[in-house]
């Protein structure tokens, strides 16, 4: 049968960011605050004679898993179950770097630590522009605010226990904005002048954000008028075209635009969840 591990890694939801360009892959990355959620990666490895991915149903792009694996120069068969869209603000690119490196870790007896496996997750992101802070807020749970780039960035993590519901109407190229200069000047200057100390004020600098940045969908107005009029906190998913809210007196407003999903704060970063070295 062989050496088999099964992971998981959380997503999580980016509220405001701020592009920071260093002179390595470490170095650069964001600044920003964001919320690690409960749904995230599962990815399921056994080591095997060649490398063999399937995501979900098969219709999903298996490049970064496969980067994983030759970068480490393994093989495996791998099987990966995603909780929430692609592409739509949830960070699943970097959830399944990290579920990967870990299984990796697990299956081949690598030895690589929690913080480096971090790096590499944070720099396959960077060097591939799939994301800027999602590895770094994503080792670890809770409400995440960063305030370097790179996985030693992290000063705050908070463990607020509201409910929090999201809507997601498709995705945005993360690496199209990312990329583009111009966007990251008006991102730049819409960046929060201070660091949240609660989650209350981590939503009033997302909605902040969102409302100056120039990243806002305009598919996404209605929602955050709607939740605005109810004294419902939202703010949009960063980089996806969805909004994400917290109460439970959210799930009913975004009901009016979409199938809500529910949420929670994660409480820990990856984990193992199964391993079997037989």
């Given at each position: 049968m062989g050496r088999s591990c099964v992971t998981f890694a959380p997503g999580h939801i980016s509220g405001y960011f701020k592009r920071i360009d260093g002179d390595s892959v470490q170095t650069t990355g964001s600044l920003g605050a964001g919320i690690v959620i409960d749904k995230g990666v599962t990815v399921r490895m056994q080591e095997a004679d060649k490398i063999?991915?399937?995501?979900?149903?098969?219709?999903?792009?298996?490049?970064?898993?496969?980067?994983?694996?030759?970068?480490?120069?393994?093989?495996?068969?791998?099987?990966?179950?995603?909780?929430?869209?692609?592409?739509?603000?949830?960070?699943?690119?970097?959830?399944?770097?990290?579920?990967?490196?870990?299984?990796?870790?697990?299956?081949?007896?690598?030895?690589?630590?929690?913080?480096?496996?971090?790096?590499?997750?944070?720099?396959?992101?960077?060097?591939?522009g799939t994301g800027l802070g999602?590895?770094?807020?994503?080792?670890?749970?809770?409400?995440?605010?960063?305030?370097?780039?790179?996985?030693?960035g992290v000063k705050l993590r908070l463990y607020p226990k509201d409910e929090l519901w999201a809507v997601t109407f498709g995705s945005i190229s993360t690496h199209d904005v990312i990329t583009?200069?111009?966007?990251?000047?008006?991102?730049?200057?819409a960046f929060p002048g201070k660091e949240p100390a609660t989650l209350a004020e981590f939503m009033e600098n997302s909605a902040s954000f969102t409302e100056k940045s120039g990243l806002l969908p305009p598919n996404l107005l209605p929602v955050l008028a709607a939740c605005k009029e109810a004294g419902v906190p939202a703010s949009m998913t960063m980089l996806g075209n969805g909004v994400f809210a917290v109460g439970p007196a959210a799930e009913k407003i975004l009901q009016k635009f979409g199938e809500p999903v529910r949420l929670h704060v994660s409480s820990s970063g990856p984990v193992i969840l199964e391993e079997n070295h037989v």
């Open positions: 063999n991915i399937k995501i979900g149903d098969g219709t999903a792009d298996d490049w970064l898993i496969r980067e994983v694996l030759t970068s480490l120069g393994v093989k495996a068969d791998v099987r990966v179950t995603v909780g929430m869209p692609m592409g739509a603000g949830f960070g699943m690119s970097a959830a399944g770097l990290l579920a990967a490196y870990h299984a990796a870790n697990c299956v081949f007896f690598l030895g690589l630590s929690a913080e480096e496996i971090s790096k590499k997750a944070h720099a396959v992101e960077v060097a591939f999602d590895a770094a807020a994503a080792s670890g749970g809770g409400l995440v605010v960063r305030t370097r780039p790179g996985i030693a583009s200069e111009e966007k990251m000047h008006q991102v730049a200057a």
